[in-house]
């Protein structure tokens, strides 16, 4: 280990013992199952902002910098899709949410469609969000293994080690206070970043990457399919982002919610500007790489003092440390409240409070574990978790939010097969982490058989009892057409252009459209029927 990985490593000890200390201050504040869990809907805006800064701007920063280094400036397109993820949640979903009183997505499932779809979904959750942690706590490590001899997947323990020590204390209460210090981190990490940028290369070393690789300035260079995908995940992530959720209820009203998330969205500008502004100072220093969190290191190492650079690594490990606290403790919620309430509905608060306590435990070791069977590939498990927890909820969050004749039978059938579905589509491409079978990214295949099904068993199971049409309101017409129109285009798209849209991996995206249109159409279009004189009404007329 050289005197940049002793600097690393030692304020990043220094830190973790810092954010132990804030944990364990907070502890007092969360003696009930609301304070632990959802900060006793006390938060103010400002801490709505640290927190889904931490949660979504640092790992967007850990991603955006990656890329920069090796396609320039269109990986600034990763940040703006997580910009609009944000915004619809902050406009649309808050007050829905907040009225709902809502603590996780598989408890607004529960609160719906019973003990069993609650167990379930919220198992699935749990389970899949220490892969979401994994995935960001190993781009971090990979940038401490340039420094020192720490194998990556001990650095990954030791992050998940500390999640758990200060998630155990304090619960909501600890998210807020640590994600205030690492939001803090984050910006001495864009002062020092910027330092580094103005002594080597400057605008002028800019303006010769421009010359020499021009690619690296064009807003697609990335694949325009990318993009795609990036908008295509965040925008269907809308109605799942439950640590989001979790930390933006908190709040005291729905419009405080609503400013903290604004305000967030206003400060990930400077999160994607200063990723692939110091990706591309990178690329001009030390060009030829091929992992940008490998080479940005390399690259600051060339002009700033160890120190210095030790300071800028505290704020990468902010990023991961905020991403995962995030994941880890709203994956332990879900696990400790909802699934343990799903066995028990005797549990008290107080009860579940300590079992989340416990889950915490397992989801600890469950990340670990997953360090060590798959480390070479960070964006691995984050396809896997995509595929596994958005392939089983959506249809059933979708129902449990806007379709009251869903059925309980529908929900378990739903989150079953759609799991499977998914699954069973990325192992028959091999469990590769880009190259899907038949061009098709398994979430799209997974989330297409969810829809299906609950439209498919709901219908069946309550034939008689529902209308088609009708006097529907405003707001249903025009979602109808709306809908209509997206899945009339999609079907032209697929029938033109499915030569091209298989080529570029368009086309799962293209078809998921097309069952999203009839899912949707079919909820706007059907009603309960009211009594049993419209339900003999109804059946007369289909006679």
Known sequence: MNAYGAWIIGLAVFYTALLIVLGNIVRRKATSGEGYWVGGRNFKPWMVFVCI????????????????????????????????????????????????MMVTVSGLIGDTFGRMAMGVAGAITAFTFPMWSVATALSFASAVSVFTNIPITLS???????????????????VVTTQTANTIMFFVMFIIGTIAFFINPGIDGIKHLAAAKPA?????????????????????????AQAAFQMALSCRTPEEGRKGMMMAFGANIF?????????????AVVPGGTRGMVEV???LATVLPAPVVGLFFLGIWACALGWGASCQFSGATSLGRDVTGAINPALTDKQ????????????TVEMIILAFLRSEQAAWWNVFAWTLRNGATFAPVVAALFWPLATKRATAVSLATGFLAGLSWYAMGHWDPVKFFLNVHPVFFGMSVNMLTMLAVTLTEKAGSYKVGGQLSAIRKNIAMAVTLMGGLSVVAIVTGF???????????????????????????????????????LKFQEA
């Open 53 to 100: 800064t931490g949660l979504f701007s640092g790992s967007s920063f850990i991603s955006i910098l990656e890329l920069s280094y090796l396609k320039g400036i269109s990986a600034g397109w990763y940040g703006i899709a997580e910009m609009l993820h944000v915004l619809i949640i902050a406009l649309l979903l808050i007050g829905t949410f907040r009225k709902r």
């Open 156 to 174: 990954v323990a030791f992050a998940a080690v500390l999640l758990l020590i200060y998630l155990q204390a304090g619960g909501m209460w600890s």
């Open 216 to 240: 690296m300035f064009s807003a697609t260079n990335v694949g325009l399919q990318v993009i795609i995908s990036w908008f295509a995940t965040f925008l269907i992530n809308v109605l799942l």
């Open 271 to 283: 999160f994607v500007f200063f990723g692939v502004l110091f990706g591309l100072a990178a690329a």
């Open 297 to 299: 290191p390399r690259y």
């Open 352 to 363: 579940k409070v300590t079992y989340t306590k416990w889950s915490l435990v397992v989801l």
């Open 499 to 537: 030569n091209w849209l298989f080529t570029k991996g368009l086309l799962g995206l293209a078809g998921f459209l097309v069952v999203a249109a009839i899912f949707i159409l079919t909820i706007s279009v059907t009603t309960p029927v009211e009594n049993k004189k419209d339900v003999k009404s």
